[in-house]
């Protein structure tokens, strides 16, 4: 949904800004340029559609980036608060079946010392990470279960 209207908003305002944020500014054509190129980095960490992908960013402009990429992809986008504590994504993620979770680098919630003591509630720990083009990190959560 989020991407068809991306498509025609570059059909009627290709060059406007659609992102300004501080010193970034996106056209709806880079914005949908850079939504294609994280595709296929979501498509390679196999990412398909009907599977959940969180994003844990704040408001930035690669969160919108991101949003499209999962929309294009077919998949679920769960927005995670990047203030959530290593128990409260330790919960979520014993009951959400996320098949990756963006973050910053050094997201402390991620971090397994701070994760100790969190208990069977912890969920799975992230199996493999990847950088993705730019300054985010995936968090790929291998043998995950898969909504259907």
Request: proline share 6%.
């Amino acid at each position: 949904m989020f991407f068809s209207w991306l498509e025609d908003a570059v059909r009627h305002h290709g060059a406007a800004h659609a992102v300004v944020q501080r010193d970034t500014y996106l056209s709806f054509r880079g914005l949908m340029h850079r939504a294609g190129r994280r595709m296929q980095e979501l498509k390679a960490l196999g990412v398909e559609p009907g599977h959940a992908v969180g994003i844990m960013l704040g408001n930035v402009a690669d969160y919108l980036v991101l949003a499209a990429a999962v929309d294009q992809l077919g998949a679920t986008l769960v927005p995670v608060s990047p203030l959530c504590s290593a128990r409260e994504l330790g919960l979520l993620l014993a009951r959400l079946p996320l098949r990756a979770l963006v973050t910053r680098p050094g997201a402390k919630a991620l971090d397994p010392e701070s994760r100790k003591g969190v208990g069977d509630q912890a969920g799975p720990a992230p199996t493999k990470r990847t950088r993705m083009q730019g300054s985010l990190l995936s968090n790929h959560f291998e043998g995950a279960p898969v909504a259907a």
